[in-house]
């Protein structure tokens, strides 16, 4: 199934034991590639191991050459952990996670980075200079940036990331306490972001595990609302990418296909301003 002009769907992650029977085959066939079966459906994929681990070169490589089939098929890689979650501006690191991914740059295949920050993450004037300074440790490439807590919807840091060219990373999460709401931001005329993260507010903060957190299966109504969202956002940006995060048992894969038909079925949306 084609996508909209300027839409492009990825799932978050494509390595899940439970995708086994629901997104993947099983048994599984000899010679399958997980990878290479999202790229035909799909049109960018998240990574999420390097959030855990740098990447190394030898890893993009086969990335690269997994999804070579499909040229327009692009990776955003999610920075590790020591940027986000501890804080640390380590240029050791960096220099390390920038020559891990030299592969995918070199093949065309890298759309960008994605710093992911946690809730307790903030709004105050120290976490916004630091938010600079990791964008510039990146820099050239594209750093969407995707916030959790409410405190960050303020004008002066969404004109800082307009100023900037700092892509803003819409998000739908469950609404826990100060958690930030559904946005339909665009902060660069080329790129905008949005991730479906799920509404399970049972299990958003329990401490279950990831598996119990991302367990949600939007429904119809919801997919429709989530699809002015996207226009809205095509209507600022050249591109928009829309990630499935709620991965549990492949309701992300499902969703992403279903959300691409509930597009596909209204009319064209035009070209960006």
Do not use: C
Not at 219 to 236: C, D, H, N, P
């Amino acid at each position: 199934m084609e996508s909209p002009e300027g839409v492009h769907f990825g799932t978050a992650g494509w390595s899940y034991a439970d995708w086994r029977g629901t997104v993947y085959p099983e048994p599984v066939p000899r010679g399958f590639e997980p990878l290479a079966f999202l790229a035909e459906r799909f049109e960018f994929i998240e990574v999420n191991s390097s959030f855990y681990r740098v990447p190394t070169a030898k890893m993009a490589h086969g990335w690269a050459v997994k999804t070579a089939a499909f040229p327009g098929f692009r990776f955003w890689v999610k920075i590790h952990q020591s940027f986000t979650h501890e804080l640390r501006l380590d240029r050791a690191v960096a220099e390390s996670f920038r020559d891990g991914l030299r592969p995918l740059e070199e093949a065309g295949k890298l759309a960008g980075l994605l710093a992911q920050f946690p809730y307790s993450f903030h709004l105050q004037p120290d976490h916004l200079a630091y938010v600079g300074e990791l964008a510039a440790l990146f820099r050239p490439w594209p750093l969407a940036v995707e916030f959790r807590h409410q405190d960050w919807l303020e004008e002066e840091v969404v004109d800082r990331f307009r100023g900037n060219g700092w892509i803003w990373a819409n998000i739908d999460q469950p609404q826990v306490s100060r958690s930030l709401g559904l946005t339909a931001l665009a902060t660069s005329p080329e790129t905008a972001y949005l991730r479906l993260h799920g509404r399970n507010a049972r299990d958003w903060f329990s401490g279950q595990g990831r598996d119990a957190r991302y367990d949600y299966s939007y429904s119809a109504a919801e997919l429709s609302r989530l699809g002015e969202v996207v226009a809205r956002l095509r209507e600022q940006a050249r591109k928009v990418f829309v990630s499935g995060n709620n991965h549990y048992k492949g309701a992300a894969v499902k969703n992403l296909l279903q959300l691409k038909e509930i597009l596909l079925r209204r009319r064209p949306m035009g070209q960006a301003h």
